[in-house]
């Protein structure tokens, strides 16, 4: 495969920004498909880092091969999702975020005790073995997949109960394992996500997976809206590419973040793209009196 | 063999009884009313049926199951539908869509034929659409389909939940307070739409404050007093009940029906 | 060793215990987790950092006036945030969100004004000596903690079992329209109710401060966790449960970091706090309401 001149300038220079816009945009969608059901998890940072701890120790410590450990790395997030999220979601809503909010935080404290993730030095030396097109590869199959759902039983299932909960219980929606779904398919998207850029910084500490970036991906999907799944994409897109644009005011950076959570959630509860896309499959609405 | 039947249905909320022991059966076919002043255990009593509030004692059977311990789910699969009180439309989703989710429970594509359109993925979605244009049409709301839920009037989206309940032909469907906020007009259109349900396959439990609504309507009479069933029935003979006038309709109500029956 | 390490985490707890009650107090009566909650523990610090720059007052002056500053930030936060939710009876976890963009945005503007480093009371402010009770070393602020904490509980459950105002707020949380029957404006009652919770974060970041010596933007935020463990372990809303849980979290973190390590205190926390959500979702003492005062 030849790559054109121009786009390996491109990719050259602004390499590192590119592969975060694919990223964070896997972040985004991961935080995406938990606010569709009607529910908040902040655990996404911290399945990021789990993702990226297990993905990095497979490769440095088992040499398996990065076909493998891609896909092997969400197995330690969806365990952690599976065992906060039985308990807490046949609670309110509100569990869920406050068992998730600390969980990054914890497995800082965990990280920086345990010796074989490399304590608070990190690891250092992972083969760069995620490229460019690996990682958009990755965010096109998962808007994709989200979107065939979305217009499917599934999707109307997912907005139904995030709509009223309780009205779609009574239409026969499983309420409570519709939305662990949805936090294990979180869990998986942010494992991919954190297993990726490991994979292409080649060095992860036990800092980056903490309070902090969880609130900035929630402000992903707030800012762009969850009417479809493009649209927190778009979020994560326009908060990542803002700081390198305005570098003066790094030392602001999370107060804009938080601020742009306050303002969308007041002022635009649907997000900059607010458009809501239909729920019925293209050619059965195309077929008017099918019957 | 009775579709529901309630054996001593309980529900106390720390000290107060909403329900207390109440037995009811009710047969297939026809349309069922439960009655009774503000505070008898009317919505509690249906709630208890769809599962959305666990009983404190006793058992409810629905369709030849036990289905006490059934979370609402489930008894939707059993063909159980509702409506409710305060509406409870999906107001961002279209009214298709609307009617569309209440055939979740007959719809059966999985995560692979989902993803890949194959599979009979397409033949099902298509026989929903016309599923839920039929329903539509049962309630007379067929031309507006791709509306959103929240842009329909009042009545309409009272027609809408009633059209998203039936989309899965129940065997049986609860209608809580469906005339509450008609005009009469309205209310003579809703009675002829549950007449016509009545007439299929399913069967009508409702509650309603709308007495000739209730009386024009129904074949069979529970009335609640304090949580407590006392009186069960045909139409004609709650009229004469002591108790229930004494109970429930008190002097001026009671002389009203009178006069609305002379 | 065993004694002692006990004293040391009933002590710890005690501040526990004061900061969870604010906040299970919050969530009580207004039905919201307000994240920003954390916040008003770093603000009580800094204000006693800021007072005690300002003039040489005594701790006994400055522990109220920081703790009040803390309840007044409070209700401007809480006005802010919360309502426009509030009038549009929007759902809890608009709310939770709206906190939680509002307490980051808190925690970093502060960073970037004060700086990440941490910083640390006048020694003077309180007397460094200790005392020796039956084998066991105290020190004078873990004496001050005591007393502070003693003081505030009983101050709060006089209120809510004593006076009109604690039946109202009991009201409100068994019934949240209750406070509407009894002509109890909401908004008046979210301020009070923020007030109380504020000051009393407020002092637990005080005497925390004083505890450890040291005060840092961010330390409200690794307190919010604490206070997730005791206000779930406890029950939502319930007041006993907030005050047995934070006096039980203080020991075990007091005996995990004595005799496995101190970095694992946030860990063990954690999984308790998991531990209970899947055996005991309602909180260890049942009911979980205000009511329970």
């Known amino acids: 495969m030849t790559i054109p001149p121009w786009l390996d300038d491109l990719l050259w220079t602004y390499g590192n920004v590119i592969n975060a816009l694919g990223i964070n945009g896997l972040l985004a969608l991961a935080m995406y498909v938990v606010l569709a059901v009607g529910q908040l998890s902040l655990g996404q940072a911290a399945f990021m880092g789990l993702g990226a701890y297990s993905g990095a120790l497979m490769t440095l410590k088992l040499q398996l091969p990065f076909y493998v450990v891609l896909p092997a790395s969400c197995v330690v997030p969806v365990a952690f999702a599976l065992a906060i999220g039985i308990p807490t979601l046949r609670l309110s809503g509100v569990y869920l975020a406050i068992a998730t909010i600390g969980l990054g935080e914890v497995l800082r404290a965990v990280y920086v005790n345990v010796d074989l993730v490399g304590g608070a030095m990190g690891l250092n030396g992972i083969p760069e073995k995620a490229d460019t097109w690996m990682i958009y590869a990755c965010l096109i199959l998962a808007i994709a997949a989200l979107w065939l759902v979305g217009r499917s039983r599934i999707g109307r299932a997912m907005e139904a109960m995030r709509a009223d909960a309780t009205a779609a219980a009574v239409m026969g929606v499983d309420v409570p394992r519709y939305q662990l779904a949805a936090l294990v398919t979180s869990a998986v998207l942010a494992g991919v996500a954190g297993c990726l850029s490991a994979h292409q910084s080649s060095f992860i500490g036990p800092n980056e997976y903490g309070f902090e970036p969880a609130v900035t991906i929630l402000s992903f999907a707030l800012l762009g809206g969850i009417g479809t799944p493009i649209a927190p994409v778009i979020g994560a897109w326009i908060l990542t590419l803002l700081p390198e644009l305005l570098r003066g005011f790094s030392d602001l950076r999370l107060v804009f973040n938080g601020i742009i959570i306050v303002v969308a959630v007041l002022f635009l509860p649907r997000g900059l793209i607010g458009w809501r896309m239909g729920r019925i499959a293209r050619h059965a609405r195309m077929g008017r009196g099918a019957a | ?262 | 060793m065993l004694a002692q390490q006990l004293v040391n985490g009933v002590l710890l707890g005690a501040t526990y215990a004061l900061f969870a009650l604010g906040f299970t107090l919050m969530f009580g009566v207004l039905r919201v987790i307000n994240l920003t909650y954390g916040f008003y523990f770093t603000a009580g610090a800094f204000l006693a950092l800021g007072l005690s720059r300002l003039a040489p007052l005594p701790i006994l002056v400055i522990l109220p006036l920081a703790a009040i500053g803390s309840g007044l930030a409070a209700i401007v936060i809480d006005a802010v945030l919360l309502t426009r939710l509030r009038r549009q009876k929007a759902p809890e976890l608009a709310s939770l969100m709206v906190t939680l963009g509002g307490v980051l945005a808190l925690y970093s503007g502060m960073t970037a004004w004060l700086g990440p480093d941490i910083q640390r009371l006048p020694p003077a402010l309180i007397s460094a000596d200790a005392y020796e009770i039956l084998g066991v070393r105290v020190t004078a602020a873990q004496l001050l903690i005591l007393a502070a904490t003693i003081v505030l509980v009983a101050a709060l459950l006089a209120l809510l079992r004593a006076t009109r105002l604690g039946l109202a707020l009991r009201a409100m949380a068994e019934q949240p329209d209750a406070a509407g029957l009894m002509g109890i404006d909401t908004g008046r009652l979210a301020m009070l109710v923020s007030f109380l919770s504020g000051t009393l974060a407020g002092a637990g970041g005080v005497l925390i401060g004083l505890n450890f010596n040291a005060i840092q933007p961010f330390m409200g935020e690794s307190m919010m966790l604490r206070g997730f463990v005791v206000i779930i372990v406890g029950g939502l809303g319930d007041v006993r449960g907030a005050l047995i849980a934070g006096l039980a979290l203080g020991v075990i973190e007091v005996l995990t970091a004595g005799y496995l390590s101190s970095n694992l205190k946030e860990a063990v926390a954690f999984l308790i706090l998991v531990a209970v959500l899947w055996t005991r979702p309602q909180g260890l003492f049942g009911l979980s309401t205000v009511r329970r005062a």
């Open chain 2, 1 to 262: 063999m009775m579709l529901l039947e309630t054996k001593g249905l309980t529900r106390r909320y720390q000290g107060l009884v909403a329900v207390d022991g109440v037995e009811l059966a009710i047969p297939q076919g026809g349309v069922h009313a439960v009655i009774g002043p503000n505070g008898a255990g009317k919505t509690t009593l249906f709630n208890l049926i769809s599962g959305l509030v666990a009983p404190s004692e006793g058992t409810l059977r629905f369709a030849g199951t036990d289905v006490t311990r059934l979370p609402t789910y489930r008894r939707a699969a059993l063909g159980l539908g509702r409506t409710f009180q305060n509406i409870r439309v999906f107001a961002e989703m279209s009214v298709l869509e609307n009617v569309l989710t209440g055939l979740h429970t007959t719809l059966h594509a999985g995560l692979p034929s989902i993803l890949t359109r194959l599979g009979g993925f397409r033949a099902e979605e298509r026989r929903a659409v016309a599923a839920a244009r039929e329903a539509l049409a049962l309630v007379g709301l067929a031309d507006r389909a791709s509306q959103p839920a929240a842009s329909l009037s009042y009545g309409d989206q009272r027609r809408l939940e009633i059209a998203r309940a039936m989309a899965g032909q129940p065997k049986l469907l609860l209608l809580d307070e469906p005339a509450a906020g008609m005009n009469p007009a309205e209310t003579a259109a809703l009675a002829e739409l549950v007449r016509r349900i009545a007439a299929g396959s399913t069967t009508v439990l409702l509650v309603e404050h709308d007495m000739g609504f209730v009386m024009s309507l129904s074949d069979h009479i529970t009335v609640l007093n304090f949580g407590r069933r006392i009186f069960e029935g045909p139409p004609a003979r709650v009229r004469s009940e002591p108790a229930v006038i004494e109970a429930y309709l008190g002097a001026r109500l009671a002389a009203k029906l009178h006069a609305s029956h002379a």
